[in-house]
Structure formats: structure tokens, C-alpha cells
């Protein structure tokens, strides 16, 4: 149950590298993190490092438990966990359900929706490690909140809960969104991949320590002209 000034039951569905981070940040701001599915042994030691004493739970049962339901799975399971979870009448209405994915706005929950919930698309622009570090990066990003226009300040306040700064992305635009950050995501990892190949081969011994410096420069200094297309920021 809400407890006060507007605090939520999260239960996270997914314990890859953003589903705890999200949580933990949330946590951090005042929220009861109820529970968190996780199947994988990997996925439950970084549930219990990133929220510690949260109990692992069937999905079923956390949406029960839960008002807000965060939704960090990959994009091509989102879907039918989605729909999947309408046919066999999981959804509560009123409750909030939030899903992470780049490339879908809210149209992807309308299962959900259909059932009474709440629908946000947020998704932080950033890379994720999954352990605390994440904490700090998010400090310093931004998250694209797609919703109905009344719902717009429940994600823009739950971004700024996280940590980072919302920017409202158009249901129409989270394809182009989703394309900018996988150009930006894949071409500079494939980039910096083969320069630090190039100096290995070289003889350099720490190449990636040596390009670190140049990297981040070069990156800044590309950045300093660039301005958001304004579609993005309707």
C-alpha cells in the first residue's frame, strides 16, 4: 500500500543489469521495493547485491503485492509477458506498470492497460553494468518518458526519483528514439573495439587505458554542437 507523501510498492519484473539498478534507485528515494522476480543464478546474486533483504518472488505474486510493476525485460519478451499476464487476469486496476524498453512507447502494455493499469515507457539512456555504479551514471543521464499526456508528470517524477533528467518522447517517435541510441550505443563500442585491437597488435599493453582520455574527448567535444532533434522533445 502507498505509504506517505506518495510512496509506492515497486515489484520488479526482471533482474538483469537495469532491473535492480532501477530498483535500488528507487528505494533510495523513499520507495518499499517488494519484491523481484529473478530466475538465473546470476540474475539472483545481482537481485541481492543491488537490494539486499528483497525477496524473490513469483511474478503472480509480486504484481499482487505491487503498485508499481517495472517491467525490465528484453524488448522481444515484452509483448507476450505482457499480454500473457492480462489473459490470465494479473493486472490490477490503477496500478502502475512501467517498462524499459527503447524501441516501444505505451501501445505495448494496452493488454494491460485494457485491464484497468496505468501505462509509462521509461527508458534511461545509458549503458548499464548493473552494480552500484549505475547509481552514479544515472546522475548525470536522461530518460525518455513516453505516456498519455495526463500521465506525464507520474514518469517525469518518477525519472527524477531515479536520479535522472526526463525528456517526454511522442508515442510516434520511440522507433526513431530506439534507432538514435542503438547508432550511438553499437557504433561507438564497435569503434573503440578496433582501435583497441589496432594497439594490441601494436604492442601497446593497456590500449583501452590509453584511449580512455582521447575517447572521452573526442566524445565531448562531438557533443558540444549536437542539439536534440525537436521531435524528440515534444
Not at 83 to 94: E, F, I, K, S
Not at 127 to 136: A, I, R, Y
Amino acid at each position: 500500500m502507498s505509504g506517505p507523501s506518495g510512496r509506492l510498492g515497486v515489484g520488479i519484473i526482471g533482474a538483469g543489469r537495469v532491473g535492480p539498478v532501477l530498483g535500488a534507485a528507487l528505494a533510495g528515494a523513499g520507495h518499499a521495493i517488494v519484491g523481484i522476480s529473478a530466475t538465473s543464478q546470476d540474475s539472483i546474486d545481482r537481485a541481492e547485491a543491488m537490494l539486499p533483504g528483497v525477496p524473490i518472488l513469483e511474478i503472480p505474486a509480486l504484481i499482487e503485492r505491487s503498485e508499481l510493476v517495472i517491467l525490465a525485460v528484453p524488448s522481444d519478451q515484452l509483448e507476450s509477458l505482457v499480454a500473457g499476464l492480462a489473459a490470465v487476469g494479473a493486472w490490477q486496476p490503477g496500478q502502475l506498470v512501467l517498462h524499459t524498453a527503447p524501441g516501444f512507447g505505451t501501445r505495448v502494455l494496452a493488454p494491460a492497460t485494457a485491464a484497468g493499469v496505468i501505462p509509462l515507457a521509461v527508458h534511461p539512456a545509458m549503458v548499464f553494468t548493473g552494480t552500484s555504479l549505475d547509481l552514479v551514471r544515472l546522475s548525470e543521464s536522461y530518460a525518455a518518458v513516453t505516456s498519455p499526456t495526463p500521465v506525464h508528470p507520474i514518469g517525469q517524477a518518477l525519472v527524477v526519483e531515479m536520479g535522472a533528467e526526463p525528456i517526454i518522447v511522442a508515442e510516434a517517435d520511440r522507433a526513431a528514439y530506439a534507432e538514435a541510441i542503438e547508432t550511438a550505443t553499437s557504433f561507438s563500442a564497435a569503434i573503440v573495439g578496433q582501435a583497441v585491437g589496432i594497439l594490441a597488435g601494436v604492442g601497446c599493453d593497456a590500449p583501452g587505458r590509453f584511449l580512455g582520455p582521447l575517447v572521452r574527448s573526442s566524445v565531448e567535444t562531438a557533443l558540444q554542437g549536437v542539439t536534440p532533434p525537436e521531435r524528440f522533445l515534444e
